[in-house]
């Protein structure tokens, strides 16, 4: 069935596989310190252009952002994110089980706005009782979030700006980062991402990788004994390798970057489509999600006929569904889609 | 100087003093398996009009809450509650330390509302990747509320409805339960929380005692193993006399309600006071808080006069304070406030 | 290097890397509830005799490790496992992370004696504090055991009678299972395996795989919202489908058998070269993990020549060291280290 | 009956008792701020001759090694005990459940080896895969032992070196300080043993107070946020100054040496009983709890007339037994206990 499901329900990327197939034979200790990670981490180091940068790598997205964000806070710590951050809504409380409170603000279009957050830390701390709440110990976004917007680069600035004068981190979650470096609107390079945050991750899993998260300590900053925090929380994969080939794959010749264009123009001509058939858009999307209000009889018909998420209700009679583009979406799916809209 | 400031900050009421003085002599086993806790928790029961209920006393209300939920969720699990809960502002995370969410809902004057929570429950199941989230597994509220209103037998019972629709238990925390149980507008008696509720406590801190709060399990629902749960939450007293000897003396000729009586009196005038010198309340409580909007003038004139609780900020100019009876307030502080009003 | 280093060391064998690139085109739903991963079970539970099994694929052993047991432990429980156990010795304390103690008993070669564990449960039910401390909840061992030893059925069946006795059940790490069920002197089937266990799992990282762990639930005794679980964890891969192929190829044609009966005829031979050479072994490892102790001198030696694990220190001039077997080990190997020894 | 079952198993000393009736007026803040606590804390600060020694006031045993030992550890840190330790042992997993492992080490006559201690940690850095481990994060010791032995200034000392080697701190549990600070065999003076560790604690419980333990971080080293850690913990009493007021009773006019004297002198004599009446000691105890070794026959005759403890099984035909002094424990009582030898 035609599928626009989500930009992870299909394989590797063959040049993901070939480098897997070709580093095969090799005999590479365990544990991510190998030749591959190595140079997977060196690619990434330098298309950050932070010769100081740090990578480690890890398996999937909640994962990451749960051992990243155990490492970073103290027990008496919580982190703040958009009450529609994937670590508040969908990821079966796994900060919590860390022991840490997700402090969840308004969203704006997925989006944290500085000035909120920087009225929250005001606020906080002008609390005569502080001591008897959650200290905010991070700031936590991702790019693009999970309705698939974008923060500008003065957005970026302006929540780089607030963390500093509260010092504390601010994570980036880059599950679907290659969507939001090639994005038409996006005006925020690799290099300027990781100067403007603690730490990040580039997210493989869903640009072309069969699994693997990149995270990216920028400023030489990776946490003490991050290693065996990794192993504490069950993270770390004895082949290690399996991470190190793929991202070095998808950091040879700008791999990345291809599938983030090729997937972006994928998802622009979708938008166009629904477009020009008057669909109702539930926001403005400037990614590879697209969230389109249905009415639920159409709904019922096109649900038949392709794959596609059921997001939430909007009313008694609409309901917002996502579509996401992949680095498997062609032309001809597109037509496809067409011709039943 | 002058103090409404809480209703803990007066030590313990003359008949729980004597009562330790009483019974100091005895020779008692530790751990809370002795005759005064014995005795207490068998007037506590008589007082529940429920022959099956077990109690067991706790130190504290964080405490309380923090055990008693722990006790009851599964690892997947988090709790209810209403964004103003003591649980979600004011317990420093103890909640999520012990590995659960707490999942805030919007709340009304302090009250969380049965038909808001049963349509989160319905949009929770309704959800297709509900797996993914955090499973609600109870449903946490006080009575009195943060704010110092009450639920009514009718929204109690519709709150003990929609929990017995999706088999998850309703806590109730009484830190304050004595000024709910004597208020004017109050129309929930003891055995009636009892039977709405599957776990309730009953504060003793605020209410005359040193320390203490008696848990109340009254269908005879205690999780097993819970004193294993207690002492691994170190909050087992080794001379559970401590708490025993308070709760007898507490509900030895009605001394709970005859302090809650007091109390309640006396918090009456003090909103009347208020009221009649045209101050504005923030909410309309029926309880020993009061909650008064004061210009920032007037603020900064009373707090060198009398000591209270600067609640939060209401807009640039006014702030809302806290004004708390308590079993020593008498009528002459009444009278020593009205003159500076 | 000639290296005995680990059976991690490699990648993946090439019936399961061409089962990868077989299926990489297809369109699969994330999260694990794909055709592969329905096919890889299917096999599983055939393979098991167990129609009622459940199978559930996880990546690596220290996350199997820590979600099965966190699973199953209420929060006042612990698990018994030897002194050895990779729970309790080499996995950065996962288990104590999600709040439980591992209850260490002296080991044997690396196995729990059933008799001891017996009297360790015998024991803390008789002590009159037993409230105080942590309940026994799980046994958990390994097949083989961390220093390659093997339960005998008999050994087995012991255990799992003294956990029906009281009422705990019993776990098997299998993270080198096939080492086990091809080993000479094994006398334990894999649907004897489960029959006599409450929950085990079949490692893939060790015996071919690039990743993955079937985690058997034999009797369809499934946690509750094991799923949940799984993503509160961290350990929900999206692409669910690597685990599902890569167990798919290793469970068609006998793949993981072959796998297991190779390794194993490569392992009795570099025993055999030791013990002509007239080495001294630690123990008498039936398994693909061989003990040696080296003197000093001739460990230096070898390190330069070839690539193996140092263990642990022997005695001032001896050290431990160890010698693995995997799918990629070859006479020709062996021929080069008989010429080294 | 007769009891020598603890010396938890009383009251108030009518002093401290008295404390809290005479300050029982005054109105206070709570939460351990106010002058009670700050009058015991400065009395304390004295005691130990350490200016800068900061004091914070908790209820209970368990409640403070799991809160002390919280704020000192970083996730991937463990604590060093005793086998025998009361955290190990008889806690109920409160360190494992806050997500610590107990880094057990052989005891003798319940005090951990200071060479012992090195070897571990020297083992530990020289494991090629410590990162894989639990790192030693601190070494928890209790003065007296759980078998009411003592560390010499020697002994302390030592250990106090090699922490000092490791830069991890030494932590103190005196839940019966007062015993050995009084006990004839003891050369370790208070200020002696707040100059050899980081962090140590005064019981209360057991030596007088209904509740309570100081906590002293002699350096002025309190860990940040201590406070909002412990009420995180649910560890904090709103009316502190039930803590306060009975240690400032403590530490005046030498209150709490009073009490160890007296119950050393009563320890004493009652040893001296045992020894001349020819019963076994399961190992020679210089402080306030004796363990006898009693055969089974006797034991039954003993505890149909006088309260003790039935310590653990010693082979098949006798019992180790404790008997506790305590501030009530008089010669009239030892007389009787005589007569019955």
């Given at each position: 069935m035609l599928s626009f499901l989500s930009d992870y329900t299909n394989g590797a990327h063959p040049e993901v596989l070939q480098r897997l197939y070709d580093t095969n034979a090799q005999t590479l200790p365990g544990y991510g310190v190998d030749l591959l990670c190595a140079a997977a981490a060196d690619k990434i180091v330098r298309a950050c252009q932070k010769a100081e940068a740090q990578v480690y790598f890890l398996a999937g997205g909640t994962q990451t952002n749960q051992v990243v964000i155990a490492a970073h806070l103290r027990s008496y710590e919580g982190v703040i994110a958009a009450a529609s951050g994937h670590i508040n809504?969908?990821?079966?409380g796994a900060i919590e089980y860390s022991?840490?409170?997700?402090l969840a603000l308004p969203h704006h279009d997925g989006r944290l706005d500085a000035d909120e957050v920087r009225a929250y830390l005001q606020a906080f701390y002008a609390?005569?009782?502080?001591?008897h709440m959650v200290f905010p110990g991070m700031v936590y976004i991702s790019q693009p979030t999970e309705y698939g917007t974008l923060y500008s680069k003065a957005q970026l600035q302006a929540l780089h700006t607030v963390c500093r004068e509260y010092h504390i981190p601010l994570f980036v979650d880059?599950?679907?980062l290659a969507y939001a470096l090639t994005a038409?609107?996006?005006?925020?390079?690799l290099p300027e991402l990781a100067a403007l945050c603690d730490v990040f991750y580039i997210g493989g899993t869903k640009v072309g990788a069969l699994c693997g998260e990149a995270v990216v300590f920028p400023h030489g900053?990776?946490?003490?004994?991050f290693n065996t925090i990794v192993k504490q929380h069950g993270?770390?994969?004895?082949?290690g390798r399996l991470l190190g080939a793929q991202f070095d794959a998808l950091f040879t010749d700008d791999l990345y970057f291809r599938i983030g264009r090729h997937v972006m123009e994928m998802a622009m001509r979708l938008k166009t489509l629904f477009a020009e058939k008057g669909y109702r858009f539930y926001l403005d999307s400037p990614t590879n999600q697209q969230f389109v209000v249905l009415d639920n009889d159409t709904l019922a018909r096109l649900q038949s006929q392709v794959a596609f998420t059921v997001?939430?209700?909007?009313d008694e009679a609409h309901t917002v569904v996502r579509f996401v583009t992949g680095w498997t979406t062609t032309q001809e799916e597109l037509d496809a889609l067409a011709a039943l809209l």
């Open positions: 809504a969908h990821e079966a022991g840490h409170k997700v609390d005569g009782s502080y001591d880059g599950a679907r038409p609107d996006n005006d925020v390079s900053n990776m946490p003490k004994r993270a770390m994969l004895a082949k997001w939430e209700p909007f």
